[in-house]
């Protein structure tokens, strides 16, 4: 970094950022050049508090929570509870507050946990033959109801597209078919052919598993089939493969419509099935690239018992408050998140380790946000606006840590400004750009280009928006109940390099490492990149807790109803 550029830099931004600490000189002096002295002393104080973002630190905290002996931070386990109290004592020792109401510094929350014991195989029959399919390396099964012994007997099995019910697209592959007590047969993905249905290559909720579950079963289907493919998945089957073994843990369900089971099958699989019915996989699909798609029933039915094990099991999300020092504007927070949790221990590799130390996913963003912490620490004066940071669990199993905070939130959600999430750092690099999840959707954008162009570099929107990466981490909940949300991810225009070979270094990650035991740290990381993307979040969100007013949802955005809601209950 350019110092001297920097210090003019911080010179034409400092009414905004320090904007406390100069009103207040101006007060006291009523003098010009003592203002003038006075935001130089604050424009070094500030860039001091940058400083304490250093690459030394985030490397201590990822070797820390990555470590064998965090036994890859599974939920409600031994790894879990270290993590907690390692997280305790970093936010004790940087000097931020409890961040519970009653001064606690972590909110406990309740999961049911399902195990869903492998089944011997999978059977189905029709058109007089019958196939078996093989556990793991045709299918993958969970339980979804959350009892014990889920099961379908003879329940016909019907292709029904994509599964999505989407009346704004004039869009129903449910129409004229009754899937009651049905095993439905699912694309996945959403149509991405054509930009104004389902935003073109843009993936929506409605290309995400979940939503295909959660319709299916309000629809009255008793089993989910998804076809797994790589392009319409964006990983490969491994990444299903060892995610979807061992104990899988939800909130508890309460009154939400469940099927008995959700399953996983690779394409090769399906293709054999369908074909039974005398049916191609591609005609199909074919067919179901179309508004006018009728669902399909294959006249093949199928029989399974599952023996899950259900259980009730604890963790918690932590967080810790660094109080705003504007008396009107400090009920108000900036949330920073990221997510404690991994995978736990799980099947071995081909090396034999079993341990998925989630290295990379999530102790870079974890270390990032703690770093962050320790620099909004030691500004001279706090922001206006309260900050917190929040660290969620049981991610990996389905947001389920920051659900339960959107759900049950310290701070009403018209309170809070903005949220800005972490899930995975920059391994590899300084880069020219900065990809922002959510770009296009609030007026944080202004504020991330502004501090990416100060740094020389510019913004990128999601560069795989057909994954859906804006419904797949934490920030989502926040955009749920309506919080401006923002997830800075690594750029992929490394400087210095081709321009293809950090999509490569994306792409290999994904396919190698991620979700598996080999997300370990290594020594060899080069973390210039994140400390920058770090310092990009730190001046957004001061900059956001130290604005006159809370930004905004752009206008017709998705959460813009219900933010507009719940500013609207603060009123009452
Ligand atoms: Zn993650």
Same mark, same amino acid.
């Given at each position: 970094?350019?110092?001297?550029? =920097?210090?003019?830099?911080?010179?034409?931004?400092?009414?905004?950022?320090?904007?406390?600490?100069?009103?207040?000189?101006?007060?006291c002096?009523?003098?010009?050049?003592?203002?003038? @002295?006075?935001?130089?002393?604050?424009?070094?104080?500030?860039?001091?508090?940058?400083?304490?973002?250093?690459?030394?630190?985030?490397?201590?905290?990822?070797?820390? %929570?990555?470590?064998d002996?965090?036994?890859?931070?599974?939920?409600?386990?031994?790894?879990?509870?270290?993590?907690?109290?390692? *997280? %305790?004592?970093?936010?004790?020792?940087?000097g931020?507050?409890?961040?519970? $109401?009653?001064?606690?510094?972590?909110?406990?929350f309740?999961?049911?946990? @399902?195990?869903?014991?492998?089944?011997?195989?999978?059977?189905?029959?029709?058109?007089?033959?019958?196939?078996?399919?093989?556990?793991?390396?045709?299918?993958?099964?969970?339980?979804?109801?959350?009892?014990?012994?889920?099961?379908?007997?003879?329940?016909?099995?019907?292709?029904?597209?994509?599964?999505?019910?989407? $009346?704004?697209?004039?869009?129903?592959?449910?129409?004229?078919?009754?899937?009651?007590?049905?095993?439905?047969?699912?694309?996945?993905?959403?149509?991405?052919?054509?930009?104004? #249905?389902?935003?073109?290559?843009?993936?929506?909720?409605?290309?995400?598993?979940?939503?295909?579950?959660?319709?299916?079963?309000?629809?009255?289907?008793?089993?989910?089939?998804?076809?797994?493919?790589?392009?319409?998945?964006?990983?490969?089957?491994?990444?299903?493969?060892?995610?979807?073994?061992?104990?899988?843990?939800? *909130?508890?369900?309460?009154?939400?419509?469940?099927?008995?089971?959700?399953?996983?099958?690779?394409?090769?699989?399906?293709?054999?099935?369908?074909?039974?019915?005398?049916?191609?996989?591609?005609?199909?699909?074919?067919?179901?690239?179309? +508004?006018?798609?009728?669902?399909?029933? #294959?006249?093949?039915?199928?029989?399974?018992?599952?023996?899950?094990? &259900?259980?009730?099991?604890?963790? +918690?999300?932590?967080?810790?408050? #660094?109080?705003?020092?504007?008396?009107?504007?400090?009920?108000?927070?900036?949330?920073?998140?990221?997510?404690?949790?991994?995978?736990? %221990?799980?099947? !071995?590799?081909?090396?034999?380790?079993?341990?998925?130390?989630?290295?990379?996913?999530?102790?870079?963003?974890?270390g990032?946000?703690?770093?962050?912490?320790k620099?909004?620490?030691?500004? $001279?004066?706090?922001?206006?606006?309260?900050?917190?940071?929040?660290?969620?669990?049981? /991610? /990996?199993?389905?947001?389920?840590?920051?659900?339960w905070?959107?759900?049950?939130?310290?701070?009403?959600?018209?309170?809070?400004?903005?949220? #800005?999430?972490y899930?995975?750092?920059?391994?590899?690099?300084?880069?020219?750009?900065? &990809?922002?999840?959510?770009?296009?959707k609030?007026?944080?954008?202004? *504020?991330? %280009?502004?501090?990416? !162009?100060?740094?020389?570099?510019?913004?990128?929107?999601?560069?795989?928006?057909?994954?859906?990466?804006?419904?797949?981490?934490?920030?989502?909940?926040?955009?749920?109940?309506?919080?401006?949300?923002?997830?800075?991810?690594?750029?992929?225009?490394?400087?210095? =390099?081709? $321009?293809?070979?950090? =999509?490569?270094? &994306?792409?290999?990650?994904?396919?190698?490492?991620?979700?598996?035991?080999?997300?370990?740290?290594?020594?060899?990381?080069?973390?210039?990149?994140?400390?920058d993307?770090?310092?990009?979040?730190?001046?957004?969100?001061?900059?956001? !807790?130290?604005?006159?007013?809370?930004?905004t949802?752009?206008?017709?955005?998705?959460?813009?109803?219900? =933010?507009?809601?719940?500013?609207? !209950?603060? /009123?009452?």
């Amino acid at each position: 970094m350019n110092w001297t550029k =920097r210090e003019q830099e911080l010179k034409f931004k400092l009414p905004m950022l320090v904007a406390g600490i100069a009103v207040t000189m101006v007060a006291c002096s009523g003098e010009e050049a003592t203002t003038e @002295v006075a935001e130089q002393a604050a424009a070094t104080s500030v860039e001091n508090a940058v400083d304490q973002i250093t690459e030394e630190y985030i490397r201590e905290v990822m070797i820390e %929570i990555s470590a064998d002996d965090y036994e890859g931070r599974g939920p409600a386990t031994a790894g879990d509870i270290k993590t907690r109290k390692f *997280l %305790i004592e970093q936010m004790t020792e940087i000097g931020l507050e409890p961040g519970m $109401p009653d001064g606690s510094w972590e909110q406990p929350f309740e999961m049911v946990s @399902v195990n869903t014991l492998p089944p011997e195989g999978w059977k189905f029959e029709g058109h007089g033959k019958s196939m078996t399919f093989d556990f793991y390396d045709d299918f993958m099964i969970n339980g979804d109801n959350q009892q014990s012994q889920p099961s379908v007997e003879n329940a016909e099995v019907v292709f029904a597209g994509y599964g999505i019910q989407a $009346p704004e697209f004039g869009w129903d592959d449910y129409k004229n078919i009754d899937v009651t007590g049905k095993v439905v047969l699912l694309m996945n993905n959403d149509p991405d052919w054509d930009d104004d #249905l389902f935003a073109g290559e843009t993936r929506l909720w409605y290309g995400r598993w979940d939503y295909k579950f959660l319709t299916a079963a309000k629809n009255g289907a008793a089993g989910v089939i998804i076809i797994h493919t790589i392009p319409s998945a964006g990983y490969p089957y491994q990444v299903l493969q060892t995610s979807n073994i061992g104990p899988q843990m939800e *909130l508890p369900v309460g009154d939400e419509a469940r099927a008995q089971f959700t399953s996983f099958m690779t394409e090769d699989a399906v293709r054999e099935l369908v074909s039974m019915a005398g049916k191609d996989l591609d005609e199909l699909y074919e067919a179901a690239y179309n +508004a006018d798609f009728q669902a399909v029933p #294959l006249g093949v039915t199928t029989s399974i018992a599952l023996d899950v094990e &259900v259980d009730s099991v604890t963790t +918690a999300n932590v967080l810790g408050v #660094l109080p705003g020092s504007d008396p009107e504007l400090k009920d108000e927070y900036v949330i920073y998140t990221a997510h404690h949790d991994h995978l736990g %221990i799980g099947p !071995a590799n081909d090396e034999g380790d079993t341990i998925y130390n989630g290295a990379m996913d999530n102790a870079s963003g974890v270390g990032q946000i703690l770093a962050m912490a320790k620099a909004f620490v030691a500004l $001279p004066e706090a922001p206006r606006r309260s900050i917190m940071f929040l660290f969620v669990g049981a /991610e /990996e199993q389905g947001l389920l840590g920051s659900k339960w905070y959107a759900a049950n939130p310290t701070v009403s959600p018209g309170k809070i400004a903005a949220n #800005l999430n972490y899930d995975g750092g920059n391994l590899h690099g300084p880069t020219n750009d900065i &990809v922002y999840i959510g770009f296009g959707k609030t007026s944080i954008d202004e *504020l991330v %280009i502004e501090y990416a !162009a100060e740094q020389g570099r510019v913004v990128k929107p999601d560069q795989f928006a057909d994954r859906g990466y804006f419904y797949r981490s934490d920030q989502f909940s926040f955009a749920k109940i309506g919080v401006p949300a923002v997830y800075l991810e690594p750029g992929t225009d490394f400087v210095d =390099r081709p $321009p293809e070979w950090g =999509r490569q270094v &994306v792409e290999n990650f994904t396919n190698n490492h991620y979700h598996q035991p080999s997300d370990e740290y290594d020594p060899n990381w080069n973390l210039s990149g994140m400390i920058d993307d770090a310092q990009i979040g730190f001046w957004t969100g001061l900059a956001v !807790a130290n604005a006159d007013e809370m930004p905004t949802w752009n206008e017709g955005d998705e959460f813009e109803a219900v =933010r507009l809601e719940a500013l609207a !209950a603060e /009123e009452d």
